[in-house]
């Protein structure tokens, strides 16, 4: 079964236009931990945020902001005031306690932003 | 914070010869190292898990004898496609752990292109 779940393959805005990127994990261990990615065209992964299962106060980092919620397993990911750079394609990635060190990536979101 | 290389970046290769792409932790010691490989517009699929000095841990469905593993130092791990195929055209992906107290954190290199004509 598909441990995490990226329901929309692409999204296109507007430059200033926010964006939510959504993320839904499947995972029986209580100790988990959950990541969000940015890969641009270079391929290179850009690490953007860590949340460990215990903590489920939501997180803002200049326009990015994240909301975290075990009842409905979702981690997700909104971007306001999009920018053309912004443009990339996102990964979400969980861990289990079983294995810190192993990922199971979603299946990305590719993200258009438009001048 | 941590840095994980790559190299090389990108390689061509002809079909049936054999490629290898080094993993390398810069500025600290990964006893576990690990190789994705992403094919064009899809997600980063776990091929193997490499620990230093013993045999790697392949996931299900990853040939062994075709994605051969070395993890022969702290710093140091190989991945080498042998007899190589377009089928094998791929991103590859290297990421090291290294121990922060008593969880890790996980460092993504910067990929491989190959391309296998």
């Known amino acids: 079964a598909q441990k995490v779940t990226q329901a929309q393959t692409e999204i296109s805005v507007v430059e200033k236009e926010d964006v939510t990127l959504d993320c839904v994990y499947e995972?029986?261990?209580?100790?988990?931990?959950l990541f969000w990615y940015k890969q641009p065209p270079s391929g290179e992964l850009v690490f953007l945020i860590r949340?460990?299962?215990?903590?489920?106060q939501n997180e803002i980092s200049g326009r990015y902001s994240w909301n975290f919620q075990k009842s409905t397993s979702s981690f997700n990911f909104t971007i306001t005031a999009s920018q053309v750079v912004d443009s990339a394609v996102y990964f979400c990635?969980?861990?289990?306690?079983?294995?810190?060190?192993?990922?199971?990536f979603g299946s990305g979101t590719k993200l258009n932003v438009k001048p | 914070g941590a840095v994980v290389s790559q190299h090389p970046s990108r390689v061509i290769c002809k079909s049936g010869t054999s490629v290898k792409i080094e993993c390398r932790s810069l500025?600290?010691?990964?006893?576990?190292m690990f190789w994705y490989r992403q094919f064009p517009k899809q997600s980063l699929m776990l091929m193997a898990t490499?620990?230093?000095?013993?045999?790697?841990?392949?996931e299900q469905g990853v040939e062994k004898d075709k994605f051969l593993i070395n993890h022969a130092s702290l710093t140091l791990s190989t991945l080498t496609v042998t007899s190589a195929h377009p089928e094998d055209s791929s991103f590859y992906i290297c990421?090291?752990?290294?121990?922060?107290?008593?969880?890790?954190?996980?460092?993504f290199g910067p990929g491989t292109r190959l391309t296998v004509t």
């Open positions: 990421s090291a752990s290294e121990p922060q107290g008593a969880q890790y954190e996980q460092y």
């Open positions: 949340r460990n299962s215990f903590d489920e």
């Open positions: 490499s620990n230093e000095g013993s045999k790697a841990t392949y």
């Open positions: 995972t029986r261990d209580t100790t988990y931990y």
């Open positions: 990635a969980l861990s289990e306690a079983l294995n810190f060190n192993k990922f199971y």
């Open positions: 500025d600290f010691q990964a006893t576990t």
